[in-house]
Structure formats: structure tokens, C-alpha cells
């Protein structure tokens, strides 16, 4: 059973739903939330987030982990920042380095290695 009641700040479900589509009125934003529970969103093929005028955040007190069982994680951008990385000294346990091919695929030089790859690697 789902209970729908309005809230200052849009609508509350208690319980499951399930709908073809979720927007916000116009020039608001839109927010999904669980505070107290799990948030689950599950489609029979593909899920699209689109921003066609912003950007889109995803946050998160502890882990956020992306997994494809099946395929490829694809992260397509001119520009790609990871900060807030450790910085080694370099010293200590063995040290990998992580390469990238001309076509953007990342791969792991085993320790005292270079950033060489062979062609199955990079094709």
C-alpha cells in the first residue's frame, strides 16, 4: 500500500512506487531522497540522468561505487579531475602506476614498469 500526502517541499510516498516518469515544476529542482532508508531505482533497461542546462551531483556520507556487471563504465569528457589523491613518497610497498592509452582506456604498469603497452592492451 502506498500513501501519497503533499509536503512543503513536494510529495511523500510510503511505500513503493512506480511511474514512467519523475520532473519537477518548471525552474525547480529536482531532488530524490530517502533520509532514513534506502534509495532504490531499478529499470528493466536503461537508466538515463540528464542535465541539459546544469549539472548533476551525487553525494554521499561513505562509499559511492559504480558497477557494470555486464559492459564497460565510460566516463566521456574533454577534461576529467580526480582530486584529493594521497601522494606517495614514493618509499615503502611496491607502487603502480595507472596509464592511459590514446583512446582513453586506463591500465595498471606493474611495479618498476613504465607506461608501455602492447596493442591488446590499447586497441
Do not use: H
Not at 520532473?23 to 542535465?51: F, K, N, Q, Y
Amino acid at each position: 500500500m502506498v500513501i501519497f500526502r503533499l509536503d512543503d517541499g513536494g510529495s511523500i510516498f510510503e511505500g513503493a512506487i512506480q511511474t514512467s516518469i519523475v520532473r519537477p515544476e518548471p525552474d525547480s529542482p529536482l531532488s530524490l531522497e530517502s533520509p532514513t532508508r534506502d534509495l532504490v531505482v531499478e529499470a528493466g533497461r536503461d537508466i538515463e540522468l540528464m542535465s541539459k542546462a546544469g549539472e548533476i551531483q551525487i553525494n554521499a556520507i561513505f562509499d559511492i561505487n559504480l558497477k557494470a556487471k555486464q559492459g564497460e563504465i565510460r566516463l566521456d569528457s574533454s577534461d576529467i579531475f580526480i582530486s584529493g589523491l594521497e601522494t606517495s613518497s614514493g618509499l615503502g610497498s611496491a607502487q603502480y602506476q595507472l596509464c592511459v592509452c590514446r583512446n582513453g582506456r586506463l591500465f595498471l604498469a606493474t611495479v618498476k614498469a613504465d607506461c608501455r603497452a602492447d596493442r591488446s592492451i590499447c586497441s
